[in-house]
């Protein structure tokens, strides 16, 4: 997750976080929101402060969203939360103020501006007082390094220069959730916005809503959250899009990456998946107009009901003498400037699946009050 882009299931089980939808029925007990706090108040780790105000954010999302407060959707977002913050509603980065700069001067070579004025444009006192190299220096968070470049770029002509309009930081909070994301469900928010929905995202109870909604917000047909938690990392439905790009590759002997895109995002152009899909244009009896429009879909639970989606899981079922599977764990490597490991979103999914058992345990042993 780069942070300077600068990162066949039937609903038999409230248990199985997907179901046929996150909104599920509500067929355990219904709880009021004293009782809903009290239970994430019992499944938090021993070792988080204010437990009284995470179970408050929390509960406000799930009613704003219309989500049913289970055990099995609060151990997954409680899951997630402490993945990606252990519980820190804008965690620290470690070495935040070198990743910064050196994405400052990435973007100044690529475009030959001397280091010298990129120099003179952080020594510039910005609306803090403070110049912004003695920011940059003190920042150890995603949101005060937002912040500075939020200032950065509005006021210094160099700023504007290195990055448009557009800020560098691109996800933050308690669930790294995006911030394009949150933008684009700002009219939902339950909350008064005072300056900005980014800035909403690195509160507790901005990212704790946005970070719900990535994750709960959509419906999905998948037999295990993990393939939930991979889609949390890699987009929605990206593990469902997996599996069928497996399929496609089973059938046509096509290698495929199985990264979830079927398209190349925002682009006309066409992909290896989509070249592979046309590939077998004959078998499936489409023609490429019918195969791009329903690859198209591939954002939504829509495209389970594609043509294109049944006849290529009817040809890999047949071909290989049993089902495919449905969902397949993405095959996608996990880029930042703050990762020094080999991690991937198979990892990122199992570490997560992990500690929603820890916590499913915890709620087995603590009776809701």
């Not at 939360?81 to 820190?88: C, D, G, I, N, V």
Request: with cysteine; aromatic share 8%.
């Amino acid at each position: 997750m780069n942070r300077f882009s600068l990162l066949v299931f039937t609903c038999v089980s409230v248990a199985v976080l997907s179901g046929c939808s996150s909104r599920d029925t509500r067929s355990g007990p219904v709880l009021t929101p004293e009782q809903t706090r009290a239970r994430i108040v019992q499944l938090l780790p021993s070792t988080v402060a204010d437990r009284q105000g995470w179970a408050a954010d929390i509960q406000v999302a799930f009613v704003a969203q219309d989500l049913s407060p289970s055990d099995e959707h609060l151990c997954s977002v409680l899951a997630v939360t402490e993945q990606e913050s252990t519980f820190r509603a804008d965690p620290p980065v470690p070495g935040l103020a070198k990743i910064a700069r050196t994405e400052i001067n990435r973007r100044a070579g690529k475009l030959h501006i001397p280091e010298f004025l990129v120099r003179s444009a952080l020594n510039i006192t910005s609306p803090t007082g403070k110049t912004y190299n003695q920011r940059l220096d003190a920042a150890r968070t995603e949101g005060q390094l937002s912040a500075i470049f939020d200032d950065f770029i509005g006021m210094v002509p160099l700023g504007s220069t290195l990055f448009g309009s557009l800020n560098p930081v691109h996800t933050g909070g308690p669930m790294q959730v995006s911030i394009a994301f949150a933008e684009q469900r700002a009219k939902q928010y339950p909350y008064p916005v005072a300056h900005s929905i980014r800035q909403e995202v690195f509160t507790r109870r901005g990212g704790m809503y946005f970070g719900i909604a990535h994750l709960l917000g959509y419906p999905a047909d998948y037999p295990q959250s993990l393939y939930r938690f991979a889609d949390f990392n890699a987009g929605w439905y990206a593990s469902r899009n997996a599996a069928f790009q497996n399929a496609v590759s089973q059938v046509s002997g096509i290698p495929l990456a199985l990264d979830g895109d079927l398209t190349i995002p925002g682009s006309y152009a066409v992909g290896s998946t989509e070249r592979a899909v046309r590939a077998l244009g004959k078998s499936l009896g489409m023609n490429d107009n019918a195969i791009r429009r329903q690859l198209e879909k591939g954002e939504s639970l829509a495209f389970d009901e594609t043509d294109l989606y049944r006849k290529v899981f009817a040809l890999a079922d047949r071909q290989q003498g049993k089902p495919l599977p449905r969902a397949v764990l993405p095959g996608i490597t996990l880029k930042s400037p703050k990762i020094t490991r080999n991690l991937t979103t198979a990892w990122f999914a199992q570490r997560v699946d992990e500690r929603r058992q820890r916590c499913m345990n915890r709620a087995g042993a603590a009776p809701i009050q």
